[in-house]
């Protein structure tokens, strides 16, 4: 089940952006303030982030947040997918597949990004089969 992220599940997801930070798949650590700040934003109705849990019953086991914006490279809003993680267990089971199944049915004119690390080699065979493609540049950033 693919459900908002709700104030009860703050601890729990913090947990997993731990995990999440600190694994190859992401390429900086975060930080505690960098999650409160995340989960806040997505709790408090921001109109550029939205949170969603993944649920196996009652037991959350993943998390994923999108942030919105206009790609003027492509004419049309963009949805970033900006944080997915599902814990170990509980992968290979299709939370993945019907995350992004859900995001295209809930944003159908909208172009769809997200960044991957090279060797997250299940993550990218995922977002190949969901229909990603790989762009052909490097994004940068000034902070």
């Known amino acids: 089940m693919i459900r908002p992220m709700q104030k009860d599940d703050k601890p729990r997801i913090k947990e997993m952006m731990r995990t999440f930070y600190k694994s190859p798949a992401v390429s ?3 930080s505690e303030e960098i999650f409160d700040a995340d989960i806040e ?3 408090s109705g921001n109109p550029y982030l939205e949170g969603y849990v993944f649920a196996d019953n009652d ?3 993943g998390y994923a947040m999108i942030a919105k914006s206009f790609s003027t490279e492509f004419g049309k809003h963009c949805i ?3 944080d997915i993680y599902i814990e170990n267990n ?6 993945g597949k019907e995350f992004l199944d859900f995001i295209d049915k809930k944003y159908p004119d909208c172009i ?3 960044e991957v690390e090279p ?3 299940p993550a990218v065979k995922l977002y190949e089969k969901c229909g990603f493609t790989v762009l052909p540049y490097t ?4 902070e």
């Open 80 to 82: 970033w997918i900006e």
């Open 90 to 95: 509980y992968r290979g089971r299709g939370f």
């Open 112 to 114: 769809k990004r997200l």
């Open 59 to 61: 037991d959350l086991c």
């Open 139 to 142: 994004e940068m950033k000034k």
């Open 28 to 30: 900086t650590d975060g």
């Open 41 to 43: 934003h997505c709790l």
């Open 119 to 121: 060797e997250n080699v």
